[in-house]
């Protein structure tokens, strides 16, 4: 299954068109798609059963939100590919990695414009992105995919001297500048792949590819995340977690490179679809 934040509003997508839940349920569920996760196993089971018919409608992307708008929790891990924290200079994590937040103001939808902050060094980490469908608290790894309501595409947008600046490491203030955690472009449940934790990402700039990876190469899984996070906090419906991002970002290149002016970073996970960031000043 598939739903989307179609103008704010809920939609289930069937066959590549978009059915409005609220209308199709006569009521049962809101036009929220943030309010969805909060009865997430009841709007499985009326989805699985649901018989759209002909009143999906055609979308064009730009026009979709964040699959999870408005997210209480947004926990984001660093350096949890090998590739990606030799690149960066930092031995592979022996406990969880080093996990921030991208405070939720940073979320937006799947295709957006980005003002690049004045004077900054903004960098690109593709990442598949967990929305979590059920409380989570002190879950093991075996049960933790029965938390998740389904994946999307993330992009966590880096600022690298906010990030890096001053005594200890900003993650959380350099990764949230406004527009800086585009999700989507919609969320699809675990059941639709045919291994969840096995997914090819990849992102390229002005069509030239400078990331491609396997989420097979996580070193922490999304279930060995679920379980390292929930051990301390619990975890609610509707919560996001970016799962880190594999080499090929701008700071671990040499020379290093940065998002500029007019660039166009596209985002892609395969079995979910893409994201399309155009830079500003
Ligand atoms: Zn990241």
């Known amino acids: 299954m598939r739903i989307a934040?179609?103008?704010?509003?809920?939609?289930?997508?069937?066959?590549?068109?978009?059915?409005?839940?609220?209308?199709?349920?006569?009521?049962?569920?809101g036009p929220d798609p943030q309010a969805v996760y909060e009865r997430w196993?009841?709007?499985?089971?009326?989805?699985?059963?649901?018989?759209?018919?002909?009143?999906?409608?055609?979308?064009?992307?730009?026009?979709?939100?964040?699959?999870a708008p408005a997210p209480r929790q947004v926990l984001?891990?660093?350096?949890n590919y090998r590739d990606h924290a030799a690149e960066s200079g930092f031995a592979v994590p022996q406990g969880l990695p080093p996990v921030f937040t991208k405070f939720a103001t940073s979320v937006t939808g799947p295709v957006t414009d980005v003002r690049l902050p004045e004077g900054g060094h903004t960098d690109w980490e593709v990442e598949?992105?967990?929305?979590?469908?059920?409380?989570?608290?002190?879950?093991?790894?075996?049960?933790?995919?029965?938390?998740?309501?389904?994946?999307?595409?993330?992009?966590?947008?880096?600022?690298?001297i906010a990030q890096l600046a001053g005594p200890a490491p900003q993650f959380s203030l350099g990764k949230s500048f406004p527009g800086f955690a585009p999700?989507?472009?919609?969320?699809?449940?675990?059941?639709?792949?045919?291994?969840?934790?096995?997914?090819?990402?990849?992102?390229?700039?002005?069509?030239?590819?400078?990331?491609?990876?396997?989420?097979r190469d996580l070193i922490f899984s999304v279930p060995a995340l679920i379980a390292g996070l929930s051990a301390v906090l619990p975890l609610l419906p509707g919560d996001v977690i970016f799962t880190g991002t594999p080499a090929g970002v701008g700071l671990g290149r040499n020379p290093q490179r940065w998002l500029?002016?007019?660039?166009?970073?596209?985002?892609?996970?395969?079995?979910?679809?893409e994201l399309r960031q155009r830079f500003t000043s």
């Open 260 to 273: 500029a002016e007019g660039d166009e970073l596209v985002s892609t996970i395969e079995g979910i679809g």
């Open 128 to 160: 598949l992105v967990a929305v979590v469908g059920r409380r989570a608290h002190q879950v093991s790894a075996a049960d933790a995919w029965g938390h998740v309501a389904g994946l999307a595409v993330g992009q966590d947008i880096s600022e690298r």
């Open 76 to 79: 984001a891990v660093g350096l």
């Open 183 to 215: 999700i989507g472009p919609w969320l699809v449940t675990p059941d639709e792949f045919e291994n969840p934790d096995d997914l090819e990402l990849r992102c390229a700039i002005n069509g030239e590819q400078v990331q491609k990876g396997r989420t």
């Open 5 to 29: 934040n179609l103008s704010g509003r809920l939609v289930l997508l069937h066959e590549g068109k978009a059915v409005d839940v609220e209308r199709a349920s006569a009521g049962r569920f």
């Open 41 to 67: 196993a009841e709007f499985r089971a009326w989805a699985a059963d649901a018989e759209p018919g002909d009143t999906g409608v055609s979308f064009a992307p730009a026009d979709l939100g964040s699959p």
